[in-house]
């Protein structure tokens, strides 16, 4: 489960697993329909990061993130997230499993 550290009233870090990119990714699996765009997105966009960094409010697709978080990063003025290279490895080929079938309920 992801860790949030309140380092005051305006600025948290994040601390996500791979656990949490499987919860993302379940979570996605059982609500296709709702979190489309963010499946679709997120697997379009994640290699110009080389798939190890990504913003999801760069692209508006941050409602799978903030579900997996139970909190509203937006707010805070400032946070920061550390995550290993296999939660975006893990993140990444999950949404690529779900991508087909989201890809058509976007188009």
Known sequence: MAVIDVIDAKTIKIKVTVEDAIS?????????????FEIVTIYDKMPEFE????????FDSA??????LMIDPKEYLSFSLDAPDAFFYALYGGMGGLYDHAKKLVA
């Open 24 to 36: 993302m990714v379940k979570e996605a699996a059982h609500h296709v329909n709702e979190y489309a």
């Open 51 to 58: 798939y190890t960094y990504f913003c999801f409010y760069a």
């Open 63 to 68: 409602k799978l993130f903030e579900k997996m």
